[in-house]
Structures are given as C-alpha cells and as structure tokens.
T-cell receptor, first 112, second 114 residues
C-alpha cells in the first residue's frame, strides 16, 4: 500500500463546477503539500500546510491531522485548471528533514 | 530572480554509457533534492543535500547512482552504466532550508536510455 493515496485518479469536469481532490496518508507528517504539474511538465507548489485550511484565489486546501486526510478544492473551475494535482507529505520518521513522499497524482480535465 | 534550472533538458544515451545531470538551485537555498518521475507516476525521492552534505541517499536505487554538491550550490546526479530502466524524468528541487519549507522544482531532465 502506498503511503500517500489520492483519489480520484482521473477527473473530468465542466467549466464552472466545484472540484474536490482527496489525499490520504499513512505516516506521521510534519507538513503536507499540494503541487500542480502542468501539461508541459513543470511542477509548481500550490500549498504547504500542517493544520487547518489555506486559501489562494479559487483554490482551497484543508487538512485533518487526526484522520490523516487532506482535500484540495477548486471553485468555479476553468479549462486552464487542467493539470495533474499531486499530494506530497514530509514524513517525520527516521530523522527525515524535508524529503517528500508523493501520491500518484490526480489528472484533472476541465471542459469548456 | 532565476528559478531552479536543470541541464540538459533532454538526454538520449545508449545503454552502458554514463550520464551526468546538473541542477542549479535558487541562490541562497540551503536544501537541494533529487527526484525521479516515471511516466504517469508521481515523483519518487532519490537523495537530498543540506549545503554540501548529503543528508539522505536512501532513495538511490543502486550503486550506479551517485550525487554530489561539492560547494553547496550546483549539484550533479551521475548514473553509471545506464540501463533502459533508468529512463525517466529526473527532477531537482531546492528550498530555503530542509524542514517545513516550500520546495521549488526545476523543469527536469528527460533521460532516455536506448
């Protein structure tokens, strides 16, 4: 079993829809990251959080430490949001400092 | 302010050859990470440095893989005697310091071993 699991694997939405991507993890963590990988391959950090909720524009990320679960929400989705969204965690075992464990990603396609 | 850069962006090599992949992190970033990403998969951790010290190399798949960061800035990932299974995107990232900091990713080097 992977230490970081994402769902769904693929997601197709119509422009304007509210989107939720889920991430569950099985290890103790110091932080969780949401990353966006563009169709051209570049990776951009969207959020880093260890508790509660963060919001940037139309993007919202939440984390529940007790349940080891995080969600990424996109409001009023747009075709330019089409990308792969990756959840990654900083594990806090074994003296690790900063290396990330990644989920396999969720491929989002937003249709006009 | 330049971001993380990697070179070459694409590398095609024949099985058995050695390759060296370069990463130039954001100036002033203490920590540098190497990841490998197979097609359709998320990245997987290879190794990371704080300054010039290699802190964790547990993700390197075997002893054909090595990395160095001799002056605490530019890093080189070397793969000796390449095999077809080494074909992947190799990504570098840097952060201001190791723990609990945003990582900034380079564009990656696409390695193809024929």
């Amino acid at each position: 079993k992977n230490e970081v699991e994402q769902s769904p694997q693929n997601l197709t939405a119509q422009e304007g829809e509210f989107i939720t991507i889920n991430c569950s993890y099985s290890v103790g963590i110091s932080a969780l990251h949401w990353l966006q990988q563009h169709p051209g391959g570049g990776i951009v950090s969207l959020f880093m959080l260890s508790s509660g909720k963060k919001k940037h524009g139309r993007l919202i990320a939440t984390i529940n430490i007790q349940e080891k679960h995080s969600s990424l929400h996109i409001t009023a989705s747009h075709p330019r949001d089409s990308a792969v969204y990756i959840c990654a965690v900083n594990p806090n075992y074994g003296g690790s400092q900063g290396n990330l464990i990644f989920g396999k990603g969720t491929k989002l396609s937003v249709k006009p | 302010g330049a971001g993380v850069s990697q070179s070459p962006r694409y590398k095609v090599t024949k099985r058995g050859q050695d390759v060296a992949l370069r990463c130039d992190p954001i100036s002033g970033h203490v920590s540098l990470y190497w990841y490998r990403q197979a097609l359709g998969q998320g990245p997987e951790f290879l190794t990371y440095f704080n300054y010039e010290a290699q802190q964790d190399k547990s993700g390197l798949p075997n002893d054909r893989f090595s990395a160095e960061r001799p002056e605490g800035s530019i890093s080189t990932l070397t793969i000796q005697r390449t095999e077809q299974r080494d074909s992947a995107m190799y990504r570098c990232a840097s952060s201001f310091s190791g723990s609990y900091n945003e990582q900034f990713f380079g564009p990656g080097t696409r390695l193809t071993v024929l």
